[in-house]
């Protein structure tokens, strides 16, 4: 397999593994959304309880703000921690 379709097929695995997660947290009464794949890879929605959370994973660190109108700018509640290669981060590891 050429470098290309290898990369190709990766992304196409990261981003299913995302998208797996997401209709599982969907089932569970999140409304969520994947809004970027990599280089950040984000989600965004509601949580069960209407809160609106914003998930972001870039560079070497990994967050997830809770609550406000706007939870990727002002958070209520924040909380935030270093990952190797937090870019392209696994959805098992999110």
Same mark, same amino acid.
């Given at each position: 397999m050429d470098p290309e379709t290898a990369?190709?097929?990766r992304h196409q695995e990261h981003v299913a593994s995302w998208l797996q997660l997401i209709a599982t947290l969907r089932t569970e009464g999140?409304? #969520?959304y994947l809004t970027c794949t990599a280089a950040p890879v984000q989600v965004e929605g509601t949580l069960p309880n209407g809160e609106r959370f914003y998930f972001r994973a870039r560079h070497s660190d990994v967050s997830l703000g809770i609550g406000s109108d706007d939870p #990727?700018?002002?958070?209520e509640w924040e909380e935030s921690e270093s990952h190797t290669e937090?870019?392209?981060l696994p959805a098992g590891n999110g």
């Open positions: 990369r190709q097929r999140w409304e #969520a #990727a700018d002002i958070p937090a870019s392209w």
